[in-house]
C-alpha cells in the first residue's frame, strides 16, 4: 500500500528553469528522505529531514518537511540536464519501515 | 567499495523455476531491507531483518518467497516457482544501529521471467 503520494508522476522542463516536487500523505513520520534513482540503478540518498518545519538546502536543491511531519516538498532551482531521474520521497515510522511514494519523474532539456 | 551490493545485477529465468539473489549490505549495519520495484513505481517493502531476526513480511511476500539472514551479514531472497508477475527490480537496503533512518541501497537485481 502506498501510502506517500507525490506530484507530479512527470515532469520535463527546460534547463534554467525551477521546479518543485511535492510528497503528501495522511500518515505522520518520524522522518522523510528523498532519493534520486538512475535507470537500472538504486536509489540514492539525497537528504533526510526530521524535524516539522525543517528546511534543508543541498547546493540548488531546497527540501522542507511540513509542520504536521505528514508532507514534504523538494524545489530545484536552475535544473540543469543531470538533475534528471527518478525523485522518490520516503517516510519512516517508528517501526523502522519505510514506505516510498510513487515517484517523480523528471527530465531536463538542455 | 564499501557500499551495498547485490547478486547478480541481472537474471533472466523461465516461468516455474526457482531464483536466488543475494545482497551483502554495508559492514556492521544490523539493519537490512529487501524491496521490489516495478517500471516507473517506487520501491515497494517486502522484509527486513535486524540482525539474523526477520522482523516484518510485507503482505505482498506470497509463500513463494523466502527471505535468511543466517549470520547477521549478507542475506538471500529466493523465490520459488516464478511468474511472469514476478518481473521486476529487487532492491536491498542497510541501515546502520543507531543510524536513525538513514538507508543506503544496493545496485539492485533486475529479474526478468519469461
Known amino acids: 500500500t502506498q501510502l506517500l503520494e507525490q506530484s507530479p508522476q512527470f515532469l520535463s522542463i527546460q534547463e534554467g528553469e525551477n521546479l518543485t516536487v511535492y510528497c503528501n500523505s495522511s500518515s505522520v513520520f518520524s522522518s522523510l528522505q528523498w532519493y534520486r534513482q538512475e535507470p537500472g540503478e538504486g536509489p540514492v540518498l539525497l537528504v533526510t529531514?526530521?524535524?516539522?518545519?525543517e528546511v534543508k538546502k543541498l547546493k540548488r536543491l531546497t527540501f522542507q518537511f511540513g509542520d504536521a511531519r505528514k508532507d514534504s516538498s523538494l524545489h530545484i532551482t536552475a535544473a540543469q540536464p543531470g538533475d534528471t531521474g527518478l525523485y522518490l520521497c520516503a517516510g519512516a515510522n517508528t517501526g523502522n519501515q519505510f514506505y516510498f511514494g510513487t515517484g517523480t519523474s523528471l527530465t531536463v532539456i538542455p | 567499495d564499501t557500499g551495498v551490493s547485490q547478486d547478480p545485477r541481472h537474471k533472466i529465468t523461465k516461468r516455474g523455476q526457482n531464483v536466488t539473489f543475494r545482497c551483502d549490505p554495508i559492514?556492521?549495519?544490523?539493519?537490512l531491507y529487501w524491496y521490489r520495484q516495478t517500471l516507473g513505481q517506487g520501491p515497494e517493502f517486502l522484509t527486513y531483518?535486524?540482525?539474523?531476526?526477520?522482523?516484518?513480511k510485507s503482505r505482498l511476500l506470497s509463500d513463494r518467497f523466502s527471505a535468511e539472514r543466517p549470520k547477521g551479514s549478507f542475506s538471500t531472497l529466493e523465490i520459488q516457482r516464478t511468474e511472469q508477475g514476478d518481473s521486476a527490480m529487487y532492491l536491498c537496503?542497510?541501515?546502520?544501529?543507531?543510524?536513525?533512518?538513514?538507508?543506503?541501497f544496493g545496485p539492485g537485481t533486475r529479474l526478468t521471467v519469461l
Open positions: 537496503a542497510s541501515t546502520p544501529s543507531g543510524g536513525g533512518d538513514t538507508q543506503y
Open positions: 529531514v526530521v524535524t516539522g518545519g
Open positions: 559492514s556492521e549495519h544490523n539493519r
Open positions: 531483518f535486524q540482525n539474523e531476526a526477520q522482523l516484518e
